[in-house]
């Protein structure tokens, strides 16, 4: 009896602050009927959703979460992979501290064994990672031994792309374009002085790892390396 006297407090606890809120949630949208919705999520207390299988169907049946909301709780498990604690809802977007403090007593978190493959092309283009940089320099002054040697535009200019999804997926591509060097003209038809394309591809099917690099430079022209 003494065991089980800590698991009835917290269940009480749940249950009160679960209460509390809903009541508070009731009195903010008193125009909306809540019955329904007390009456199935009086039931889902009995059974919490775990966290790291959930469905969009599932998160769904709770009114307080938003589409967002669902959507960024899928996107962070499948990405960041399993939560180890249920207190890692603070680390998903959107997520504030009131509608988790209404979504904690009907969900939990549990390991299970992971079959992951490599991600569809639906969830690379939508989950992500994207970075663009740009330099430019432009000098107001004519530079010591560049009066009469300049064969194209003073600037210096670079351009950098990058895209990642987890260790799955890396790509990128970075152009240079050097002070005084030509842009598409001359020895430069191709736009800038040197290019760098980079991939990096992990765990598809039998491949573990895969790198291409591709370097491009106006003198020497393409070459490739690959690990």
């Not at 079959?115 to 994207?130: D, E, T, V, W």
Request: glycine share 6%; proline share 4%.
């Amino acid at each position: 009896m003494l065991l089980m006297t800590p698991v009835l407090e917290a269940q009480n606890t749940s249950v009160s602050l679960w209460e509390e809120n809903i009541e508070q949630l009731s009195m903010d949208e008193e125009e909306k009927n809540w019955e329904d919705e007390l009456e199935e999520l009086s039931n889902r207390l009995q059974e919490p959703v775990n966290i790291n299988v959930t469905t969009k169907h599932e998160l769904e049946q709770f009114p307080f979460l938003s589409d967002i909301q669902i959507e960024n709780i899928l996107a962070y498990v499948y990405i960041h992979g399993q939560m180890q604690t249920i207190y890692e809802l603070q680390l998903v977007e959107e997520m504030d501290k009131h509608t988790i403090d209404l979504l904690l007593p009907f969900v939990c978190v549990h390991p299970v064994a992971e079959k992951k493959g490599f991600p569809r092309l639906k969830s690379l283009l939508k989950y992500g990672k994207q970075e663009v940089l740009t330099r430019l320099d432009v000098p107001f002054y004519t530079r010591k031994g560049y009066q009469k040697n300049y064969l194209g535009p003073a600037m210096y200019h670079s351009l950098r792309y990058g895209y990642r999804y987890g260790d799955y997926l890396q790509m990128g591509i970075t152009a240079e374009k050097d002070a005084g060097e030509p842009f598409f003209a001359l020895h430069n038809e191709k736009g800038y002085d040197y290019y760098s394309i980079y991939f990096l591809i992990r765990n598809l099917g039998k491949l573990k790892t895969l790198a291409i690099r591709f370097l491009f430079t106006s003198f020497y022209g393409w070459s490739h390396r690959r690990e």
